[in-house]
Each structure stands twice: as structure tokens, then as C-alpha cells.
């Protein structure tokens, strides 16, 4: 009996059939349309919608390599910068050789202890808009 009173007051979310169609607007106006899996998104009791954790990341991810780093006036977030170097698959080690600085620079960043400097930023752009124009493959 427990058992079913549990059920009764949780009851299980159903994930969805199918990808799930979800737009999201960028900083500078433009949109992005993406399907995300439907094994990502779930129902609530009420029947709305709810991404899961994984759906999240993998918006945060397509977000991150289609915004320019100097989309915001501050720079970017010690998140934006994880995210990008997780979007584009990278080790901390193999981004700072990339940008040119080293690991503990990237990790810095990524803590929100330093800032990336204008050339650095230069350099992070250039990575981001070259693994944008070969494809860069989020898992699913």
C-alpha cells in the first residue's frame, strides 16, 4: 500500500516521444532553432514541458558556440567560457594551447580568479568561429 501512495503523490514524469523543437533568442536578435532528443525532455504532473539536465547542457553548448564572445559588454561569464571549451570538446591544457596561454590561465577563467585579456579573447573567438565553420558535434 506504501507503494501506491507513493505513486499517487509523485507519479512518474514520461519522457517524450520524438525530438523536441525548442528556439532560443541570442544576445544580438538573431535565432537558433534546435531539436533536442526527446530522451532530454520529460512532463510535469501538469503536463508542461521540462528539460532535463542533459537538455539544458546541450543548449547551454549550442549557445555558447553561437554567441561571439564579445556579445556582451563585460565579456564573457567564467560559465560561457566552460561551456565553449566543453562545446568544443577541449581539455583546459588543450584550449590554453590553442589561445596560447596555459592551463592553470584556462582554469583561472573558467574560476572567475582572472579575466581574459583582449588578445586572448581574440584568440578564443578565433577557436570558436573555426570549430563553428567545420561543425563541431554535440553529443547527444
Do not use: C, N
Not at 525548442?22 to 504532473?45: A, F, I, Q, S
Amino acid at each position: 500500500m506504501a507503494d501506491t501512495l507513493k505513486a499517487k503523490r509523485h507519479p512518474r514524469r514520461r519522457q517524450s516521444e520524438g525530438d523536441y523543437p525548442y528556439t532560443m533568442k541570442l544576445p544580438d536578435g538573431r535565432r537558433v532553432y534546435v531539436e533536442v532528443p526527446g530522451r532530454w525532455v520529460t512532463t510535469d504532473r501538469s503536463g508542461d514541458v521540462v528539460l532535463l539536465p542533459q537538455a539544458v547542457r546541450f543548449l547551454d553548448r549550442v549557445r555558447a558556440l553561437a554567441t561571439p564572445l564579445h556579445a556582451s559588454r563585460t565579456g564573457p561569464s567564467p560559465g560561457f567560457i566552460t561551456t565553449l571549451r566543453k562545446a568544443l570538446g577541449l581539455t583546459q591544457l588543450e584550449l590554453g594551447e590553442r589561445v596560447g596561454v596555459d592551463k592553470m590561465t584556462v582554469s583561472r577563467w573558467e574560476r572567475g580568479t582572472v579575466h581574459p585579456s583582449e588578445e586572448s579573447l581574440t584568440e578564443l573567438e578565433k577557436v570558436r568561429k573555426q570549430a563553428v565553420r567545420k561543425g563541431v558535434p554535440i553529443p547527444t
